[in-house]
Every structure is written in C-alpha cells, then in structure tokens.
C-alpha cells in the first residue's frame, strides 16, 4: 500500500515538473482534480451532462455489447475447443479478423449500419462487440484445448460419455479461460466504446465528451477529467472481475 | 469367482508389447502385476478395463467378459478433478452412472478411507497420500467387481508409501474386491499380494506366478519375506 502510494505522489510531481518546465502545455493537477470533481456531478455546459452521467452511457453500451459477444464466444470457444474440425474451419476464419483492431472496423461499421433506425447506437455496439469477442474466444478455445487427456482418460475409465465429458470436464476445466476471456474482452471493450464514441455524434459518452471538449477549443482540463474517468473504471472493472473470478474458482 | 485374463497380446503398429499374456487371480484375493517400467503394465491394465482392445485373448470375469462398469480404476497421477472437493470427487463415478444416492453413497466411503474431516477440501489442499486416497474411494463408490490399480503410489514418498500400503489392506479388507495392483516396487508387491504375477521385459509373458503365503500385517525384514523379494530380483535381472 505505501508503494501505491508513493507512485502516485512520484507521478504527480512528474506531472508538476512538466508543467513549470513548460515542455508542453498542461494544466496544473491541483487545477485538473477540481474541474474533475465539479464535472462529476455539475453538467459541463456545452453538452448539459455531468460526467457521470457520460460515464453510464458508454459503460451500458460496453455491457450490453460485451454480453452479446460473450454469448456467442464462449460457447463457440468451447466447442471449438473439444471439436476438432470445428476448430481448423473456425480458427481459420478468426485469424484473419482477430488482427483486424476494432477501431479499424470504425468506418466500416458506421456506413454498414446507417440504414438502421439507430445507427450511431448500432454501430458502436458492434465495434464493442468485435474487441470484445475475439480476446475471449481465443481465451476460451485455449482452455478447452488444454484439458488434460489425463483426465479425459479418467473420464473415461469410469465410462462416461462424451456429453457427459464434455460438461463436467471440458466446461469446468475451461472456466479459467472464460473468466479471463471476460476480463480481457471487457478491457477491450471498453477501450473500443471511447473511440467509437468519439467518431460519430453520440449526444453522451466518454469518448464523445473528449471529443466535443477538443472540438470546442482544446479544453485539456475537461479532457484529462475525462480520461481520468475513463482510466479509473477500466481499473475498477478488472479489479471487480479478478474478485469475481474467486468466487466462481474457488479452488484456485 | 475369479478374474481369467487368456491369451491376451497387443501390438501397437510393428512394435510387440503383450505376448500371449495369461493368468488367473482369485475372486476377492489381491494380485499384484510386478515388471519393468515400461514392460507393457499399464497397456495390460487398460486392456482389462476395456479402454482398450486387445489384439488377442479375452477377460473374463466369473466367465464372462470384463465389461468397464465391473472395474474401478485407480491411476498413478491421482487425477482428481480440481474444482471439485472431495466428497464430489468421489462421488464423480456415481455421478456418471446418473445415482440418485450419488453424495450418500460416496459419504460413506469417505468413512471408509477416513477422510471424514476433509469433505469439503480441494484437491490443491490435500497432500499426496490423501489424494491417493480419495483416488481410491473414488474407484471403491462404484462398487466395482474388480479394483485396478495402476502403480497408485509410486509417487508417494517412502514412509507414506508404506503407510498407505498398509491402510489399502486395512480397506482391502472391510471392502473385499478383486484386486490388481501394478507396480515395479518389489517390496511393495510381497507386502500386499496373494498372488504375484511376474512379467518379462518387452514384449512382456508371464515369467512366474508366485502365491504368497505370508500372514499380514507382514514383516518386510522376516526370512520368507526377503526370499520371496530375493526370488523375484532374479526372476526380474
């Protein structure tokens, strides 16, 4: 705990230092902080909305987003996992995507979806939902893959099926993998929301408020609030989800 | 009541690994199969389970073929499922095999090899000895005919070793099952078996079948008891 908190004090004299050498142009953080804790719960007046609430719109569009591709990833995950030819005919196809970054799919995403009703709101969830799935697929079909035949064999020996293999050891042994698949996959998730949001008009989001803030005349107090905010749930969410992942492995 | 095992040979691609293996082990007597690493034992021991085929020969067991259900098998690697404690572990035969009484019936032998306390641990909290334990309460829930046991302790150090020799008679003993032990410890053999089957090095035969006539608990310095050990290090060089 002092080691934590010694390196933030050693990041914001960095930042002071910065600021009085005047290598580049930066707020003090003193005067970062209180903007950021009045954005909190004041609303910045060019979009009417506190930051908070900016936060809750891009954390639902994650959530949302990232639940629809964890549906869809790990049970493929897991399939591909124990099937092999499932694997060679899937795993061919998502490696040409998996390199393709999510942000790259930006522009495609928003002219594919423009006839929809929703567009904008579409065309972010989709670009969450390609961060986020990938990572987690990957993760999933690697611990599927790696249950060891020893136990199998077991398995095996006391004449189970391969149904019931593949739910009480295949599944329970993936487990790991699709804890952390979800944990990645949020993580790029939401890293994908910031910049989808800032693409397109998207009247509330983190990214969309940097955006506006810059686009307004460069307000680098609001935007380093913003980014703040964003660095401090990003940490949050993993921190939740290592915590959720000893509860559901509680033999780790 | 016996456990026939006639004429079985097995062969994987050119290489000959069982060659016309034969022998017969009593019902509810304890039999332990004793050669080389690497003479063919645990291919033997598959064989008899069922997981795998034989090129030639049969299992019978009270003269009908050996069927997977009738085997309880025991491995060298514990191979408890880790996310499952140990009274799940023991019950995952049962499980298997769709038993209403699954959790109740592996309660009890938990008793049995007096684990009682550890119920609800892990197997990551268990040392090796319990684990072997667990390993073979998990075999004995589904009240197999016949217990296979594939070199179960051969990871274990000396002295626990022994003493779970000692604790497999003791449970050998309330539970009477037709054993098949393997192992290459000598020692080990002479302490647990009726009957000791000797097999040659690859492709193994059955070298000689060696009853063992010595009261238990046995005492490993006493005379008979280093004799029969002498008998099988030649038989074995």
Not at chain 1, 70 to 77: H, M, N, Q, R, S
Not at chain 1, 178 to 196: C, P, Y
Not at chain 1, 199 to 215: D, H, K, N, Q
Request: aromatic letters at 10%; a positive charge.
């Amino acid at each position: 705990m002092r080691v934590r908190f010694f390196a933030l004090c050693t990041f914001v004299l960095f930042w002071y230092v910065i600021v009085f050498s005047r290598i580049v142009e930066l707020p003090y953080p003193h005067k970062v902080f209180l903007v950021f804790f009045c954005l909190l719960f004041h609303p910045e007046p060019v979009l009417g909305k506190t930051l908070i609430e900016h936060a809750i719109a891009s954390i639902f569009r994650v959530l949302i987003a990232s639940f629809i591709a964890f549906v869809i990833a790990i049970p493929l995950g897991v399939a591909m996992g124990w099937f092999e030819r499932l694997n060679l005919f899937a795993s061919t196809i998502v490696e040409v995507l998996r390199p393709i970054p999510p942000l790259a799919w930006i522009p495609l995403a928003y002219i594919l979806f423009s006839k929809l009703s929703n567009p904008t709101q579409t065309a972010q969830f989709f670009i969450v939902f390609i961060g986020a799935f990938f990572p987690c697929l990957i993760s999933v079909v690697d611990a599927a893959r790696n249950t060891p035949s020893e136990l199998i064999e077991m398995a095996r020996a006391f004449n189970a099926n391969n149904r019931k293999i593949l739910s009480s050891i295949v599944l329970p042994h993936s487990l790991q993998g699709i804890v952390t698949g979800v944990r990645i996959g949020l993580g790029v998730g939401w890293m994908s929301i910031i910049a989808a949001e800032m693409l397109a008009t998207s009247g509330a989001g983190l990214g969309y408020f940097i955006m506006v803030m810059y686009e307004v005349g460069g307000r680098i107090a609001e935007i380093i609030s913003g980014m703040t905010l964003i660095g401090i749930i990003g940490y949050v969410m993993n921190l939740l989800l290592l915590k959720i992942e000893r509860v559901v492995m509680p033999w780790r | 009541m016996a456990l026939e095992v006639l004429n079985v040979s097995k062969s994987f691609n050119e290489l000959k690994v069982l060659d016309g293996i034969s022998f017969k082990v009593k019902g509810n007597s304890f039999a332990c199969i004793i050669g080389e690493s690497g003479c063919g034992k645990t291919t033997l021991l598959r064989i008899i389970s069922g997981l795998e085929r034989a090129d030639d020969g049969e299992v019978l067991f009270n003269g009908k073929t050996v069927k997977i259900n009738d085997v309880g098998f025991v491995f060298q690697d514990d191979r408890l499922l880790p996310w499952r404690t140990t009274l799940k572990n023991i019950a995952f035969g049962l499980e298997i095999r769709n038993d209403e009484k699954a959790l109740e019936k592996a309660k009890e032998v938990l008793k049995l090899v007096g684990l009682e306390e550890f119920e609800n641990y892990y197997p990551n909290q268990l040392s090796g000895g319990m684990r072997q334990r667990v390993g073979i309460a998990r075999a004995l829930a589904i009240n197999p005919k016949i217990l296979l046991m594939d070199e179960p302790f051969a990871a274990l150090d000396a002295q626990t070793r022994n003493r779970m020799q000692a604790e497999l008679l003791e449970i050998w003993n309330k539970e009477k099952k037709t054993v098949l032990f393997v192992t290459h410890n000598i020692d080990e053999a002479v302490y647990l078996a009726d009957k000791i089957i000797v097999l040659s090095k690859r492709p193994a035969r059955v070298v000689e079948e060696i009853e063992v006539d010595l009261k238990r608990p046995r005492d490993r310095t006493s005379l008979e008891f280093v004799g029969i050990r002498k008998r099988i290090l030649e038989l074995l060089s």
